[in-house]
């Protein structure tokens, strides 16, 4: 399945694109975190087996934590994010965009029980391929969806050269668009650039490696970068 963008949109008007996570990321952070809570299972049960059959009790005590509590603790005490999915670059979120809750944490867990029927999470995979979003059955109920994790960047300003002032008048989200692209160009490879400054070929006359010098070069312009 490939990952696709779900676009919800705040109370305040904000667009927000989620980039959903497939099954293939989602299976991978769930066998890190099985492989944790079965090494954690293992570490306890050396220690209280020193109790000899005092131990017993603590020991299901503790296993039942660790199966039941482990991601609904991560998902609402670590923003979204168990140790796998961290790893993974990954974070359960709600579908509106907001952090899950208690409530919500519960429940997607507590229907993994479900998500595994029959055998091998068979139900979770079948309806994570199945919904445009990857959900697997218990984030449909619980109204949550694991997407990737943004990764925060600080925006670059336009490269320094010469400005170049634009040969009609722009209007200001045609502006902001330029400026968007010189700010964000030198973080993308050559042939993005080049695709993207195509696009604006009515307005720089050129297309490929000068189309992007000049994109750069009204950016400046209109960052007054003039001299």
């Known amino acids: 399945m490939l990952d696709t963008y779900r676009e919800v949109v705040t109370p305040e008007g904000v667009a927000l694109h989620l980039p959903a996570a497939g099954p293939v990321p989602r299976a991978l952070a769930w066998a890190i975190d099985l492989a944790i809570r079965i090494g954690v ?3 306890a049960s050396m220690v209280l087996a020193m109790l000899g059959t005092a131990g017993f009790g603590p020991y299901a005590v503790l296993m039942f934590v660790v199966f039941w509590f482990y991601h609904v603790l991560f998902e609402v005490l670590d923003r979204g ?3 796998g999915k961290r790893a993974l670059g990954l974070r359960v979120i709600a579908a509106n965009g ?3 809750g208690w409530l919500a944490a519960f429940t997607r867990n507590l229907l993994r029980t479900v998500d595994m029927l029959p055998f091998g999470y068979a139900t979770g995979l079948v309806t994570s ?3 445009p979003w990857g959900r697997r059955l218990g984030d449909m109920v619980a109204g949550t969806l694991v997407v990737h994790d943004a990764r925060p960047h600080e925006p ?7 400005a170049l002032a634009p040969a009609v008048p722009l209007r200001p989200h045609e502006q902001a668009a330029l400026v968007a692209f010189a700010e964000r160009g030198p973080q993308l490879t050559q ?6 400054a195509d696009i604006a070929e009515p307005l720089v006359q050129a297309r490929g490696p000068l189309g992007v010098a000049r994109l750069y070069g009204i950016a400046n312009w209109l960052l007054g970068r003039r001299g």
Do not use: K
């Open 41 to 43: 299972l293992m570490v």
């Open 81 to 83: 994010r168990t140790p």
């Open 98 to 100: 907001a952090p899950v």
């Open 129 to 131: 391929l199945a919904d």
């Open 156 to 162: 670059q300003a336009a490269p320094v050269g010469t």
């Open 191 to 196: 042939e993005r650039q080049v695709e993207l």
